[in-house]
């Protein structure tokens, strides 16, 4: 180390805002994530992020796009839809983050064909997210143009790949710019991950996956999670069993709440949301079954994803002990919508019969938009007021942690 005499002064730049440490509800999340951006490699590894510039260096960030069926901003990544609800929004950490987005399999052919680099910077924007660096070629007639060599590739804020030309000694571009390069490459495909990834499980090398990982938590970092959620994917009945499942039993000692969301392409009707939950077998005490998605200025959110900052505020607010419900206070909102765009208008009796239901909403009432519900999936088939409250459930789990550890 240099010697020093006096005092020196160093500076690191403002987060978006300082997040609050929150440890009764610590999110435990699996989704998938552009980690094109960074390591493709990054799957199936629980990772811990206390802020929004860490959560971005392991996950990439890609932010909503224009959805022109729907007429909404969403979100292709379900994880960039969680850094920027849970860092932005709700200024939360930290979290776990796990991304079942495997480049080796689930991947596909860019669109873009051609690429015409400008005289001037020889550069190009790919004006599509996901290209895998690796994969990326430029061709002209013969010639093959050489990554690290002739060019180089970096990613904008919109998550887009751009293509530079590198410059010779006498400064001029290596890469032609009079005509179109041929331009190949591969691209993340998030669609192609199933349920059945999410949920995960053990190969025979003993290797976890999915929501198996969540045995992990404590090992690694000495933190259980407090929500498990799987925005995007939770509207599975699957998915939703398999977290309860995993709630209820975290390394055989701890327990959490599994965020599930009821699905909004299918369900449009709040008098078919209860139908939907039973029909589903969303009826456990340790899930929190949501309805309909939520919308700020536009942008989508699964409401589970939004409920998670919420909680972890409402914890932050009392001492980090979770004895004050999620409901009336606000969520980041500007309207309830469907997947298809359509607007929700919730009125105070029908959000009455989804809590008497067992659901949580949303709704616009006194003081602003609100989350509305203070019940678990399992009600109203338990009233034992231990399994029924949200809160209540809650106290008892980080109890019951708090002893063990």
Not at 157 to 184: K, N, W, Y
Not at 213 to 242: D, H, I, K, Q
Not at 258 to 275: F, G, R
Not at 367 to 378: D, E, L, P, Q, S
Request: glycine share 8%.
């Amino acid at each position: 180390m240099a010697y020093n005499h006096g005092v020196k002064v160093s500076e690191v730049p403002t987060s978006i805002n300082p997040p609050v440490s929150v440890a009764a509800g610590i999110p435990f999340i699996v989704g998938t994530a552009p980690v094109n951006m960074t390591d493709p490699k990054n799957v199936n590894r629980p990772v811990r992020c206390a802020s929004y510039e860490e959560a971005v260096q392991f996950f990439g960030f890609v932010p909503a796009k224009d959805d022109v069926a729907s007429g909404l901003k969403k979100y292709e990544y379900t994880i960039s839809e969680f850094i920027q609800s849970q860092f932005a929004l709700f200024a939360m950490g930290p979290v776990i983050i796990v991304n079942v987005l495997d480049a080796a399999t689930h991947k596909k052919a860019a669109t873009t064909k051609t690429v015409t680099l400008d005289a001037k910077t020889g550069a190009f924007t790919i004006e599509e997210t996901g290209i895998l660096p690796e994969t990326v070629t430029l061709k002209l007639a013969e010639k093959s143009y050489v990554k690290g060599t002739d060019f180089e590739l970096t990613f904008n804020s919109d998550g887009e790949l751009i293509v530079t030309s590198l410059r010779g000694s006498d400064g001029e571009l290596l890469c032609q710019t009079a005509q179109p390069l041929l331009f190949t490459a591969e691209k993340l495909d998030p669609t192609m991950v199933t349920a059945d990834e999410v949920v995960g499980g053990v190969d025979v090398a003993g290797k976890k996956s999915g929501f198996e990982l969540v045995n992990e938590c404590f090992p690694r970092f000495r933190e259980v999670p407090g929500l498990l959620l799987a925005p995007g994917f939770s509207t599975s009945p699957t998915v939703a069993a398999v977290m309860a499942a995993k709630a209820d039993s975290i390394n055989e000692h701890f327990r959490a709440i599994a965020l599930v969301d009821v699905p909004t392409d299918t369900v449009k009707l709040y008098s078919d949301v209860a139908a939907w939950k039973n029909n589903n077998n969303v009826i456990d005490a340790q899930q929190v079954a949501c309805w309909p998605m939520i919308a700020l200025d536009g942008t989508a959110y699964h409401m589970s994803t939004q409920l998670a900052g919420l909680i972890g505020q409402v914890d932050s607010d009392n001492e980090d002990v979770p004895y004050v419900s999620p409901s009336n206070k606000n969520f980041q909102m500007t309207a309830t919508v469907l997947a298809d765009g359509s607007e929700v208008w919730i009125a105070p009796d029908q959000g009455a019969y989804l809590n008497s239901q067992g659901i949580v909403t949303a709704m616009n009432f006194i003081g602003g938009w609100k989350c509305w519900g203070n019940r678990t999936a399992c009600y109203p088939g338990v009233t034992d007021v231990k399994d029924s409250f949200i809160a209540i459930r809650r106290m008892f789990n980080w109890v019951g942690n708090t002893l063990v550890q």
